[in-house]
């Protein structure tokens, strides 16, 4: 049924872009869309905007770290999805887990993949905020620019943010004008991709805007085993039509429906070997044969999601905006994974449901004048459901079911308001402040069938879990400004960050009420900063600059058992004392002429507070990790007993990210450029447990340096486009731990190998 949608969708979208081409045959041209990839045309850098702060504001004025991209620079640099923006800004990590990602920027954002965390980090498309943690593998296509904001955001974002957010916006309708771009692709895997969209005004007041995405790429991997499935396989279909309505000058009006439907065949995990050989365990060497993995279950990862947005726009005759963000999501998921990556047969399947709702109101002072605010509030539903049977373990050794019932109801309500004084034409001060009101609920209930045989299954009494939590918090931002000349922009502020707090799921159950139910405490960090934007040899070149220092309180740890009573299971606690994050960003931009290129760089220091006597990841016995609900439930000790993590490098904290990107446009005979650009980013080393002492703790969690190199030669002939492109030129082979695995062994999955192909576009 699911691959008859999917054609059902492939061909509703190809016919789409047939009448969109076979339209612009008797259609006026017009400028080509920022769709499609572009040779440099400016000879100095453009002005870049962002609209984080619900205006439109320079980069170069704006008091934040950031890094903002345009959709053709998301394509000339090879990044189609979230996984690859960690190549092209300072201070980002992505982590994939087959199911969704966490995100990371200066180490705070979600370490530990579930659906009871909050995350740090927020990801908004046209201003709304999506789900947190899954339904994130949306691609990049007809996007307008993605903003990457670094350090708490705690004054306009829909939520709290205490680590950055990142604002996705996509290419809106235009009036008066007939204009689109569609683009086809084949590359190795047989990767196959059809793209575009087509801008079609309907009458001087009304426009609409279709954009679509089909993907068809085979499996990395070789699977082994008498597996069902296609583990790592891609069949995509999504869909998007906005509509722009200005009934008057003063009103205008956007809806926008985004349909998704990302089939991946299955997860393609595999568990980290572990060397027979014992001590000293070799650097890195789990990264050998991740893509030859052993599988005998039915394997599968398919959801849907849909995602509605209506804006409203009215400006008042003083010049006073009152806005309306609405915002409708729903999202299906369906997956079954391996729990030992062999042939035992133990797997892991859910099917879930995620619906959010949310609303936000903004009142905005005119831009002229010396004094300029914005008042606002915000209202968000969020809802999962798993339903009981539909989700759970199968375990064949004893034989059993651990069987789910899930739902997570959870609200925000929230305040805000910014004023900025302008005090002298060179001299602003800008406060801000923002009070949140949350409230979370756990209904969880495990049940356990043993023998799984029809008829003579044995029910073990239900392990009921009910926990309510509300948080109240207000987070605030002083910033001062100062603008010496035309080409010199510094700033300095202090702001606060919070992040609520959650409810740990009942672990394995051995009977009602045997392990009480854990709530663990919101996390707060206060973060200094201070930077410097400026552009250089008659605006040929841009930089910014920025230094930070952060003090967090209550960081939010799993800690994750592989031996005992239930392995896989995951605790979140607080971590005592002050976590100290500080780090240095950099960024430049230059054009001189036909030569283009841009660069950036991080470092970063964590250091977790102090948590001695912390029950270890590889086991422990004392009757203290018993009662504390760690680690170490009762199983035999693997290593040792305690470990003190305070100090350490905090998790998904890389000490230095790096990349570089150049072009250079090659003019040849009748108009057309030749332009070969190169990509390269590197990640450094990072840990992903805050246990990191022992020696098989160095080789189960700490990731080796990701290098990602790539390429391409794009020909452009006014509106007709070819490129040829290589990904992952190094075939660097590197993996990412599975945070999202109740697994009884510690299972990875691989990022993309080398990967090359042709694309062709037009633009209409």
């Known amino acids: 049924m699911m691959r008859s949608g999917l054609q059902r969708a492939v061909s509703a979208t190809a016919l789409l872009f047939g009448l969109s081409v076979a339209g612009a045959a008797g259609a006026q041209q017009a400028p080509p869309p920022n769709g499609a990839p572009k040779g440099p045309s400016a000879s100095t850098v453009g002005e870049v905007v962002i609209t984080a702060e619900r205006r439109v504001v320079s980069l170069q004025r704006a008091p934040v770290s950031a890094t903002v991209v345009s959709g053709a620079e998301l394509q000339q640099k090879g990044v189609y999805d979230v996984d690859e923006l960690q190549f092209i ?123 679509g995405n089909l993907e068809r790429e085979d499996s990395f991997y070789t699977v082994t085993g008498p597996h069902a499935g296609s583990p790592g396989r ?35 995990d595999s568990p980290i070997p572990i060397p027979k050989s014992g001590p000293p365990y070799p650097q890195y060497a789990s990264a050998a044969g991740l893509f030859d993995i052993v599988s005998d279950i039915n394997n599968y990862n398919f959801e849907t999601f849909d995602r509605s947005v209506l804006k409203a726009s009215y400006t008042f005759g003083d010049g006073i905006i009152l806005r309306s963000i609405t915002g409708y999501q729903i999202g299906r998921l369906t997956f079954s994974q391996s729990l030992d990556g062999s042939t035992a047969g133990n797997a892991f399947y859910a099917t879930g449901k995620e619906q959010i709702g949310s609303e936000e109101l903004n ?59 302008e005090v002298t034409d060179q001299f602003e001060i ?93 996390e707060n960090l206060i973060d200094y900063e201070a930077g410097w934007k400026s552009s250089f040899a008659e605006r040929h070149l841009r930089t910014q ?116 990107d150049a072009q250079y446009a090659f003019h040849l005979a009748g108009g057309s450029t030749l332009t070969p650009r190169l990509s390269f980013g590197y990640v450094d080393a990072q840990w992903t447990s805050p246990f990191q002492a022992a020696p098989i703790e160095q080789y189960l969690y700490r990731l080796a340096p990701e290098k990602n190199l790539n390429a391409q030669i794009a020909w452009d002939d006014g509106p007709n486009h070819v490129t040829l492109y290589g990904t992952n030129l190094l075939d660097d082979h590197y993996f990412a731990e599975d945070p999202g695995a109740n697994a009884l062994v510690i299972m990875r999955l691989a990022s993309p190998p080398l990967q090359y192909g042709i694309r062709v576009a037009r633009d209409f």
């Open 89 to 211: 800004t300072p201070s980002l990590t992505v982590t994939n887990y087959g199911i969704g990602e966490d995100y990371n920027i200066r180490g705070i954002g979600k370490e530990e993949t579930n659906i009871q965390t909050p995350s740090g980090i927020i990801v908004y498309r046209d201003g709304v905020a999506t789900f947190p943690g899954f339904f994130t593998q949306e691609p990049y296509y007809d996007i307008a620019s993605v903003e990457v904001l670094r350090g708490p955001q705690g004054t306009f974002a829909g939520q709290n943010a205490t680590g950055g957010a990142i604002f996705v916006t996509e290419i809106d309708p235009v009036l008066n004008r007939f204009q689109g771009w569609i683009e086809g692709q084949y590359g190795s895997y047989d990767d196959v991709r059809l793209r575009g969209a087509v801008n079609i005004p309907v009458s001087d007041t009304l426009a609409i805007r279709l954009a």
């Open 234 to 268: 891609t069949e995509e279909a999504d869909g998007r039509v906005s509509v722009l309505w200005t009934p008057t000058p003063a009103l205008d009006v956007l809806f926008k429906n985004d349909f998704n439907y990302i089939d991946l065949g299955g997860l393609p």
């Open 363 to 421: 009142l905005l002072s005119p831009d002229s004048g010396p004094l300029k605010w914005i008042v606002g509030g915000y209202y968000q539903s969020d809802d999962v459901r798993i339903p009981l049977g539909m989700s759970g373990f199968d375990i064949h050794t004893p034989p059993l079911d651990i069987l789910l019932d899930y739902n997570t109801p959870k609200t925000t309500a929230a305040g805000f308001g910014q004023l900025t004084w």
């Open 430 to 522: 800008v406060g801000g402040a923002r009070y949140t009101h949350s409230t979370f609920t756990l209904n969880d209930t495990t049940e356990i069938l043993l023998f799984g045989l029809p008829g003579i299954d044995f029910k073990l009494p239900p392990e009921n879990a009910h926990a309510e939590q509300t948080d109240d918090a207000v987070t605030a931002k002083i910033d001062f400004n100062w603008r010496p000349d035309d080409r010199n922009f510094f700033y300095a502020f202090v702001a606060n960050g919070h992040k609520p707090g959650g409810i740990n799921t009942t672990p394995v159950p051995f009977g009602p009420g045997a392990f009480p139910i854990h709530i663990f405490s919101p």
């Open 545 to 660: 600059l920025d230094v930070y220092y952060t003090t967090y309180r209550d960081f939010q740890l799993s800690y994750t058992s592989t031996a005992g009573a239930a392995p896989g299971q995951s605790i979140i606690q607080n971590v005592p004392g002050a976590t100290t994050i500080y780090g240095v960003e950099g960024q430049v931009q230059a054009v001189f002429g036909d030569l283009s290129f841009d660069a950036s760089a991080d470092y970063l220091h964590s250091r977790l507070g102090s948590a001695p006597g912390t029950c270890t990841s590889t086991g422990g016995t004392s009757p203290s990790c018993l009662a504390s609900g760690l680690v170490g439930l009762g199983g035999p000790a693997t290593g040792v007993g305690y470990e003190d993590i305070g100090g350490v490098q905090q998790p998904y904290a890389p000490p230095w990210n790096v990349n570089f």
